[in-house]
C-alpha cells in the first residue's frame, strides 16, 4: 500500500512520500517478527539529513529478527490532504500504516520538531499522550541530543534512550522481542519495568512528579526498578559508519556523502550544549575512514564527501587524512570540512581540500571582544582570523560568512561595538583583496541557556535588550556592504522555554500543536501568538524559564540525567566566566577534570 497518484499530484515534492530510493531496503514485513518505524520529525529533506537516521536505519536493519522503516513529518499540504481524506501516515519502504508497527523511534536533536512528534502520531491515529495508549499501540521511544532534558516531552514518550544508542540498541532490541505477545505486540508493561533497569534508559512513567515551593521539579522513582539518576551511555569506539547511504530522488539539506571521523570536542566553549554532552573525543583511524569513503562513493555515487566532527580540524591525522584522500581520488571528489575551529592550521588545510569550487568559508567567532571570548571561552586571536581571511582571499575564496552571537553572560554595549568593527576589518579586507567580488554575510544569534553546560544557570537577556542590540549592529552593518541576518527574540525566547521546561511545559505543548503549531522551526510557519497564548493558558510564565538567574543549588528539570560531565566541574566553569578565565584545551593542556577523565581519557 502506498498513497494513491491522484494525492501525489496535489502535494509539493511528491517523491518525498514515494520512498524506493537507491540504498533504501525492504525487508519482509511477514517474516520479521520486529517492526520498528524510524523517525526524524521533521520534512524528508531535514530528516534523510540526519546522520543518526542512517545510522540506526543501517544497523537495525542488520539485527536478526528485525526491521525498520522511515517515516517523516508530512509538509503542510500533504498533512492537509491526510487529514481531509482520514488516510493513515505510512511508511516509506513498505507503505505500511505507521500505527501497525511494534515501535516507532523518534531521533530528537532540536526543540522545535516537537509539534511534529504530536502530528506523526495522530496522523497515524494513535494517542498523543503515552497514558492513553495501550497494548494495541506501538511503544512510542526517543533517543538524540535533545533528550538530555527530556522532561518537556516526557508525558509524549514510553521510553528514552539517553546517550548513544549504539551502546544499548542489541539489548535493547532483545528485550523488545522477548515480551512480543502472540498477537505480535509488545507486552508493554513488563518490558518498561525490565528495560529501566538497563544503563541509559529512562521510563518516565516510572516516576512521580513533585513540585518544590510549587515551583521546582523532582522526581521520585515509583519501584525499585526505576533509578533515581540515568546515566548517558558512551560507545569506547566509533561504530562501524553507513556505507550505504539512502540517495534522494530529491535534494536535501545535506545532498552528499557523510562520514563521522571523530565524536566529541575538547575545547570547551561554554555556551556549547553538544560541546558538553558529546564528551570524550573518540576518533575513527584514517584506514578506517578511506575503507568507508570507497564504500560509499561505489554504493551512492556521491562526487562530495562531508568529514563529520565537531571541529573536524582538531581530527589529530586531520592533514594525513586530506592527502590520503587527495591523493586517491584527485578532483573526482569534493571534501567538506562543516566545522572548524579558528587557528593558524586552518586556512592551510582548507586551502589544500580538493575541492572544484570555492564558495564560503565560514569563521565563528561568536563574540566581539576579547573580554567576552574569555567569559564563553572560545578566544579567538583577531590577527591571526584577518590573516587566514586575508589568505582566503588570495587563494581565490569570495564568500566569508562569520557568525557571531548575542545575549551572552555579562554582555554589553561596547562588546556589540566589538561585533561591528570586526565585521568591518573583514570588510576592508575583502574590498582590498578581492573588490565587489567579495561577499560578506554575517550572522547574528542569540545566546539560549543550555542543560548540561556551564550557562545552565545563567538568565536569557531581555527582549528589549536584544531588540537593542540587533538595532545597533543593523544601523552599522546594513549599510556598509554586508549582507546581515539576525533571529527572532520570541524564537529564542521560546527556545529558551522549552530546552530547560520541566513536565509543565508538555501541556504547552500539546496545546500549541492543537491550536495549530506545526514546523515550528521553519519561519514561514512559526506563530509566536499560538505559543503566548499556550502559555498563559497552561499557567506558564515564560520569563521565569528563560529570563531568571538560577541559583547554583537549585533543583533543575534534568538533574536527574547524568551526562558524564560533573556538576561540580559545570560551577567551576560557570565562575570562571564570571571572572573571564579561560579554561585550556584539556587535548593540549592536561585534564580539567569534568567528570569524565579514568576510563574515558
Request: with cysteine.
Amino acid at each position: 500500500m502506498h498513497y494513491p497518484q491522484q494525492l501525489l499530484y496535489q502535494v509539493n515534492k511528491p517523491a518525498r512520500y514515494t520512498g524506493g530510493e537507491l540504498n533504501s531496503l525492504r525487508k519482509s514485513w511477514d517474516n520479521t517478527k520486529l517492526k520498528l518505524a524510524l523517525s526524524y520529525p521533521d520534512v524528508y529533506e531535514i530528516g534523510m539529513s540526519n546522520m543518526a537516521i542512517g545510522l540506526l536505519y543501517e544497523q537495525i536493519n542488520a539485527l536478526d529478527d528485525c526491521l525498520v522503516e522511515r517515516v517523516f513529518a508530512p509538509w503542510t499540504d500533504m498533512m492537509q490532504h491526510l487529514q481531509a481524506k482520514k488516510l493513515p501516515l505510512l511508511s516509506l519502504e513498505s507503505g505500511i500504516p505507521i500505527s501497525k508497527f511494534d515501535i516507532i523511534g523518534f531521533s530528537l536533536g532540536y526543540e522545535f520538531t516537537y509539534t511534529n512528534i504530536l502530528s506523526i502520531l495522530d496522523l497515524s491515529g494513535l494517542p498523543v499522550w503515552s497514558k492513553d495508549r495501550n497494548e494495541s499501540h506501538p511503544l512510542v521511544i526517543a533517543g538524540g541530543c535533545a533528550t538530555l532534558n527530556p522532561e518537556p516531552i516526557a508525558d509524549f514518550i514510553d521510553l528514552f534512550v539517553i546517550g548513544e544508542s549504539e551502546a544499548l540498541l542489541p539489548s535493547l532490541v532483545k528485550l523488545f522481542q522477548s515480551h512480543q505477545l502472540p498477537s505480535g505486540r509488545l507486552n508493554k508493561q513488563p518490558i518498561l519495568e525490565e528495560a529501566a533497569t538497563l544503563p541509559g534508559i529512562y521510563v518516565p512513567s516510572l516516576y512521580d512528579v513533585t513540585y518544590v515551593e510549587e515551583c521546582y521539579q523532582k522526581l521520585l522513582p515509583k519501584t525499585a526498578n526505576a533509578p533515581p539518576s540515568i546515566k548517558r551511555q558512551i560507545v569506547s569506539a566509533l561504530p562501524p559508519p553507513p556505507v550505504k547511504p539512502i540517495v534522494p530522488f530529491i535534494e536535501t539539506v545535506h545532498d552528499r556523502g557523510a562520514i563521522e571521523i571523530a565524536r566529541g570536542c575538547s575545547h570547551g566553549c561554554r555556551f556549547c550544549n553538544a560541546g558538553m554532552i558529546y564528551r570524550p573525543v573518540r576518533e575513527r583511524t584514517i584506514s578506517e575512514t578511506m575503507e568507508a569513503i570507497n564504500s560509499i562513493v561505489l554504493n551512492s555515487g556521491y562526487d562530495e564527501i562531508s568529514l563529520v566532527s565537531l571541529s573536524s580540524g582538531d581530527y589529530s591525522q586531520i592533514d594525513e587524512l586530506v592527502s590520503a584522500i587527495t591523493n586517491k581520488y584527485g578532483s573526482s571528489i569534493a571534501l567538506s570540512l562543516p566545522s572548524l575551529h579558528i587557528d593558524a592550521h586552518t586556512l592551510e588545510l582548507v586551502a589544500n581540500l580538493p575541492s572544484r569550487r570555492k564558495s564560503g568559508l565560514t569563521f565563528a567567532p561568536e563574540a566581539g571582544s576579547e573580554r567576552l571570548q574569555k567569559v564563553i571561552n572560545k578566544h579567538i586571536n583577531e590577527d591571526e582570523l584577518l590573516n587566514t581571511i586575508a589568505l582566503a582571499f588570495d587563494k581565490g575564496w569570495t564568500t566569508i560568512k562569520l557568525y557571531f552571537m548575542i545575549g551572552l553572560p555579562t554582555e554589553c554595549d561596547e562588546d556589540i561595538e566589538g561585533i561591528i568593527k570586526l565585521a568591518q576589518k573583514v570588510r576592508a579586507l575583502a574590498t582590498k583583496k578581492r573588490g565587489r567580488k567579495a561577499q560578506i554575510n554575517v550572522t547574528i544569534s542569540t545566546f539560549v541557556p543550555k542543560p548540561h553546560t556551564p550557562f545552565q544557570w545563567v538568565a536569557q537577556e531581555s527582549e528589549s535588550t536584544l531588540i537593542h542590540r540587533q538595532s545597533l549592529l543593523r544601523n552599522s552593518l546594513q549599510k556598509n556592504s554586508f549582507k546581515l541576518s539576525w533571529q527572532s527574540t520570541e524564537i529564542s525566547l521560546l527556545e529558551a522555554v522549552i530546552s530547560r521546561g520541566d513536565r509543565r511545559i508538555g501541556k504547552v505543548i500539546h496545546r500549541a500543536w492543537q491550536m495549530g503549531a506545526a514546523f515550528d522551526g521553519w519561519s514561514e510557519h512559526f506563530n509566536f501568538n499560538i505559543w503566548r497564548d499556550s502559555m498563559a493558558a497552561e499557567g506558564i510564565d515564560p520569563t521565569w524559564y528563560a529570563n531568571r538567574i538560577r541559583s547554583l543549588d537549585e533543583i533543575l528539570p534534568w538533574d536527574h540525567i547524568d551526562v558524564g560531565v560533573t556538576k561540580d566541574f559545570l560551577k567551576s566553569e560557570h565562575l570562571r566566566a564570571l571572572e573571564a578565565r579561560l579554561t585550556p584545551n584539556c587535548k593540549h593542556n592536561g585534564c580539567n577534570a569534568c567528570g569524565l577523565e579514568g576510563q574515558w581519557c
